[in-house]
């Protein structure tokens, strides 16, 4: 499947990133209906006015839907990028929705031979501790990571972490921390040939408001 050369269509994460990605463009001055906002069930959204079209999708899938062209841009977290490692380009960091991804564990943790590390990005667990030079056994979990070393089923996780308050609830600590992540604009590679004109004046908007360089409307 193909997007329109009549617009550019952009993936955008439901969840935590997606409210902040929306502000940013509304402040970029593009004209994001209040029900986009208000947390609309609907899975398209289309912005006439610009020529925009807003595809809303779990934030693991929006570098697919890009790298596939089914999306020309996409609004994705680094640590998704991490993980996934889908062939898009990086186009524009934009500062918004700031974490880190670490290795947590329970505060009275010891090493142990060949650990068990319980996490919802095993690429990035595994790729961690394979540059360390630590064997570990990666436990794939959808959810509620944190419980995983409360009842035995790992030693440690690989988890996004913000303020830490999730882990000092459930008695655990942040032990390492491997990278730094925000949330990043991604483009298709041939859509960013194809459509560079548009994507260009997209950026500008957006690096102008992000970075604080003159007007961005």
């Not at 925009?52 to 570098?63: A, N, Q």
Request: net charge negative; charged share 30%.
């Amino acid at each position: 499947m193909e997007t329109s050369d009549e617009k550019l269509v952009i993936a955008m994460p439901k969840g935590r990133i997606f409210n902040e990605s929306l502000q940013l463009f509304r402040q970029a001055g593009y004209p994001v209906s209040e029900e986009m906002m208000e947390g609309s069930r609907k899975l398209i959204v289309e912005v006439p006015e610009e020529s925009l079209s807003f595809l809303l999708v779990k934030p693991m899938d929006v570098p697919t839907y890009v790298e596939h062209g089914v999306a020309d841009l996409g609004v994705a977290g680094k640590d998704v990028l991490m993980e996934e490692n889908r062939e898009v380009y990086e186009i524009l960091d934009l500062k918004i929705s700031a974490c880190r991804i670490s290795v947590a564990g329970m505060s009275d943790w010891k090493p142990v031979l060949n650990p068990k590390v319980a996490t919802k990005y095993p690429r990035i667990a595994d790729r961690y501790f394979r540059e360390k030079g630590q064997q570990v056994e990666v436990v794939r979990l959808n959810g509620s990571v944190e419980l995983a070393p409360i009842i035995g089923l790992a030693d440690r996780i690989v988890d996004i972490v913000s303020t830490g308050r999730t882990l000092q609830e459930n008695g655990l600590v942040e032990l390492e921390k491997i990278a730094s992540i925000t949330s990043r604009l991604i483009a298709n590679r041939s859509s960013y040939r194809l459509k560079s004109g548009w994507m260009d004046r997209l950026c500008e908007r957006l690096d102008g408001l992000v970075n604080g360089r003159g007007n961005v409307v």
